[in-house]
């Protein structure tokens, strides 16, 4: 079975798919009944598979993910959705004391196989706590897998895996790009999610990005003079480095682009990788191109903001000057 | 300490529905005509600043709007109450609010616009700036009301929120904290019946009002869309609070008219029918009736103000279209408050890059 579909779309049928192989996956969030998610995401999967499937909760985020760290004890496989990226505050306390570390506090005896979903990333002219980039915080946290799709079919794979893994999986949704069509392949799963994946092959300057910026990572490569291997990391921990470095083994030259701020953001941690392991190919200083050490702009001047092709161009040429 | 009074039931009412004013055994309100007719001036321009900016946010001048269509007696009334130097602290629907404490509209715009997180200067109003994680200002309020104790003032704080919020963590442990420490705060929940698409009867199965009881101050329900009540009722508790007695929860039941927002499709989860009952219950109608019937004010006068607030809003449609933008760089002002060698350098950067930019003559 095979089509175009949304990212959206692409998610929504992971959804149905993991609820219809396992009867103990159950969806939990703020107004995903009914309303079907304030982005639709969970359209329809109430009509079809009830109350008993998908709840709809009380307006609390560390209400929603300790429950269900409850649930999970019991035998559920519940799935989250925290409305958006600046609202998975409240639920910090839950992820960092108690979701990350339940098993190897029990000494693996009780497993947390919760996935968190988070929409995240800006360019969608939202008002404030409704663009940012925060998956750092919970990459940083060991007992936390995090992964995070480009596309419809690496939405459809990584979401089923996430919610097939056993650990707990947060994981964000690229919101800008809900509604980018693509091919769906849902016979297999022809994406490994753990791995990163080369999404354009190039030769003179690998470009590693992630969600949302995977597609600004591509407008570039179409763009630029030069050739450009971009490679979408899907998983954000753990980090899939082997990748990284085959590829700038062959390029020797790396740029990394994020929509979050630069200052210790992911950037940094595969900068501090690749520098060490592909330090006798490198030919030159790895760049970044990310988000400013500044809280998430008002909409009017998000453009300033995001990285944007014209930048990461911009770092392409550096690194090809040096 | 003074004693609870007994939760009413049903809602404390002093304006009926059909405009007719009838007397409360522990609420009454004593206003003088211009004030009665200056509240409904106040509440026919913030329903308009209301129609306005939903209709400019669907013309693509505001990049969204949350409505305060149908809430404009809780909001006025509750923000009439307050004294000067009271400090208030709205969500991001209190748009009457904001409009009571002097908060300049276009200031409101601008957050909606998305030119600026904040619009106003919360100190100079003494209206915080609105806030939606929610409930987050529930807490930030009482810490305020702390140090008006501290700083042994009569100064009081009204901390906003809605019927979805009373879930959230910071909302009950703001209640705990204002028990505490006998915060003057007034706890102002305004239910609009819903949370987005959840119905508030699904997730409050006792009513708002009535969990004050377990944190030990008094819970009041008030008829939300009768101003002289919702009026009443805030004086009460901010008196109560500036009197060293601690906080009250006031539980105003009202209803959302409009969408949860210009993003929302109220038509998937609610029906129809619930809004035109609402609609009988129009706080701004019945307040009208009220004046028209005691002889307060005549058709002229109700004319005029329909004219006067077209008129305005005419100005202000005007304004937000020929809004300005902030320069670029302003991204990187005020994340500190004292020089921060790294910003400033990000910032030079920024600017040499866009100067580059201009230099080729290539759009950045
Ligand atoms: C912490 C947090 N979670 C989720 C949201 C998304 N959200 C915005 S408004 C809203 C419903 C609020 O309902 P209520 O408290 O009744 O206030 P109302 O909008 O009705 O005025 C939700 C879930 C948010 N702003 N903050
Ligand atoms: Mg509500």
Request: aromatic share 10%; hydrophobic share 40%; net charge negative.
């Amino acid at each position: 079975m095979t089509n175009d579909l949304t990212i959206a779309k692409a998610l929504n049928q992971a959804l149905r798919t993991a609820m219809e192989e396992d009867s103990k996956v159950l969806l939990f969030g703020e107004d995903i009944g009914k309303l079907g998610g304030v982005f639709r995401v969970t359209d329809e999967l109430h009509k079809d598979f009830g109350d008993h499937r998908v709840l709809d909760s009380p307006l609390a985020e560390s209400g929603i993910v300790g429950t269900a760290i409850g649930l999970a004890m019991r035998g559920y496989r519940p799935v989250l959705e925290i409305q958006f990226d600046g609202f998975v505050f409240p639920a910090f306390d839950q992820i960092i004391s108690q979701l990350a570390k339940v098993h190897r506090r029990t000494n693996g005896s009780v497993k947390l196989p919760i996935t968190i979903r988070i929409p995240y990333g800006g360019g969608i002219g939202a008002v404030e706590h409704h663009s940012e980039s925060p998956e750092t915080f919970f990459t940083h946290i060991p007992g936390l897998r995090v992964l995070t799709p480009s596309d419809p079919q690496s939405a459809y794979s990584c979401l089923l895996s996430a919610i097939r893994s056993n650990d707990p999986v947060i994981f964000f949704e690229p919101k800008r790009r809900y509604w980018d069509k693509g091919f769906v392949d849902r016979t297999e799963s022809p994406v490994d999610p753990w791995r990163a994946r080369i999404v354009r092959t190039g030769s003179d300057v690998t470009v590693v990005a992630y969600g949302p910026m995977v597609k600004t990572a591509l407008q570039a490569a179409n763009a630029s003079e030069y050739s450009l291997e971009v490679i979408d990391l899907q998983s954000l921990s753990p980090l899939d480095d082997r990748s990284i470095a085959d590829s700038v083994e062959r390029t020797g030259r790396l740029v990394i682009v994020h929509e979050a701020p630069g200052n210790l953001g992911l950037g940094a941690e595969i900068a501090a990788r690749i520098g060490k392991s592909c330090f006798y190919t490198l030919e030159a200083p790895i760049e970044r191109v990310t988000g400013y050490d500044i809280p998430y702009p008002p909409s009017k001047l998000e453009e300033h903001y995001l990285p944007d092709h014209d930048r990461i161009l911009v770092a392409v040429d550096s690194a090809m000057e040096a | 300490m003074t004693t609870a009074p007994q939760p009413q039931n049903p809602a404390v009412q002093l304006l009926t529905p059909e405009g007719e004013l009838v007397t409360h055994e522990s609420y009454s309100l004593d206003l003088t005509h211009a004030q009665y007719k200056s509240l409904y001036r106040e509440m026919v321009f913030v329903r308009r600043l209301d129609q306005e900016a939903t209709a400019l946010q669907r013309q693509g001048e505001l990049g969204l709007w949350a409505s305060s269509l149908g809430q404009e007696a809780a909001q006025v009334g509750s923000a009439f109450a307050l004294e000067k130097n009271d400090f208030a602290f709205p969500t991001y629907r209190e748009h009457g609010v904001a409009w009571m404490r002097g908060v300049d509209p276009m200031k409101i715009m601008e957050v909606y616009r998305g030119i600026s997180n904040g619009g106003w200067d919360p100190l100079e109003h003494r209206c915080n700036s609105y806030t939606i994680v929610i409930g987050n200002q529930v807490l930030n309020g009482v810490g305020y009301a702390m140090g008006c104790t501290l700083d042994q003032s009569e100064d009081a704080v009204i901390t906003y929120f809605g019927d979805g919020a009373t879930a959230q963590g910071d909302v009950n442990e703001g209640f705990v904290f204002a028990s505490t420490f006998d915060a003057p705060v007034v706890f102002f929940c305004q239910n609009n019946q819903w949370a987005i698409s959840q119905p508030s009867e699904k997730f409050v199965k006792t009513p708002i009002y009535k969990r004050a009881d377990g944190f030990g101050f008094p819970g009041v329900l008030v008829d939300g869309n009768d101003i002289l009540a919702v009026i009443a009722v805030t004086k009460a508790a901010l008196d109560r609070a500036r009197s060293g007695a601690g906080p009250t929860l006031i539980e105003a039941f009202t209803y959302r008219m409009g969408a949860h927002t210009t993003s929302d499709d109220p038509t998937r989860y609610r029906h129809e029918n619930d809004l035109q009952n609402w609609k009988l219950r129009d706080p701004i109608e019945r307040l009208k009736v009220m004046l028209a019937r005691n002889g307060i004010a005549d058709r002229n006068f109700f004319d005029a103000i329909d004219i006067d607030a077209d008129a305005w809003a005419h100005t202000l449609r005007a304004a937000v279209r020929s809004m300005g933008e902030p320069a670029p760089e302003s991204i990187f002002d005020n994340v500190y408050a004292d020089s921060h060698e790294a910003l400033d350098a990000q910032r030079a950067a920024f600017l040499d890059y866009h100067e580059g930019f201009a230099d080729s003559g290539v759009q950045s």
